[in-house]
């Protein structure tokens, strides 16, 4: 259970940060019309995700391998389209067939809907190896050939 620790905290940090997304966004930004604020409001976003990451390093502190896959997972959930599909999830709508506000994530693939999914799926496919690689792999260990 303990070498699922990085798992576990990615999703629970991922998951709050999209509901914070989502009420904060959605429910003021959006409901108020203070569209004009989006820069301040991404910068916002962007501190809390700092705030969730030293957070869950400072918790796995000492562990190296959970502390790297816990930031490279939250960083890859978050950039990579996985917190817009649950954006879309959590708050019981269906993703739009055109996100253009995506255009510019250099982790996204496209702006449809079904490049926002393909570019999750790969991500996730990412992550699945990079996880194998520190915590199943087996690496052995080259021996320099003896001199006697």
Same mark, same amino acid.
């Given at each position: +259970?303990? @070498?699922?620790?990085?798992? !576990?905290?990615?999703?629970?940090? %991922?998951? !709050?940060?999209?509901?914070?997304? %989502?009420? %904060?966004?959605?429910?003021?930004? =959006?409901?108020?019309?203070?569209?004009?604020?989006?820069?301040?409001?991404?910068?916002? #976003?962007?501190?809390?995700?700092?705030?969730?990451?030293? /957070?869950? $390093? /400072?918790? +796995?502190?000492? =562990?190296?391998?959970?502390?790297?896959?816990?930031?490279?997972?939250?960083?890859?959930?978050?950039? &990579?389209?996985? =917190?817009? $599909?649950?954006?879309?999830?959590?708050?019981? @709508? &269906? /993703?739009?067939? &055109?996100?253009?506000?995506?255009?510019?994530?250099? +982790?996204?693939?496209?702006? &449809?809907?079904?490049?926002?999914? /393909?570019?999750?799926? !790969?991500?996730?496919?990412?992550?699945?190896?990079?996880? !194998?690689?520190?915590? =199943? #792999? *087996?690496? *052995?260990?080259?021996?320099?050939?003896?001199?006697?």
């Amino acid at each position: +259970m303990q @070498k699922y620790r990085p798992i !576990f905290a990615t999703i629970v940090a %991922i998951l !709050f940060y999209t509901g914070t997304d %989502i009420l %904060i966004w959605q429910r003021i930004f =959006e409901a108020n019309q203070m569209i004009q604020h989006a820069n301040t409001y991404h910068t916002g #976003w962007f501190v809390s995700l700092v705030g969730y990451a030293t /957070i869950g $390093v /400072i918790l +796995m502190w000492g =562990e190296w391998k959970d502390c790297l896959y816990y930031l490279v997972s939250l960083l890859v959930c978050a950039f &990579s389209g996985l =917190e817009d $599909v649950l954006y879309y999830l959590m708050d019981g @709508k &269906s /993703i739009p067939a &055109s996100l253009p506000w995506l255009g510019g994530n250099p +982790m996204i693939y496209g702006t &449809s809907r079904l490049d926002l999914i /393909i570019s999750v799926v !790969f991500w996730l496919a990412i992550l699945a190896i990079v996880y !194998f690689l520190l915590y =199943e #792999w *087996k690496w *052995k260990k080259r021996r320099s050939p003896s001199l006697a």
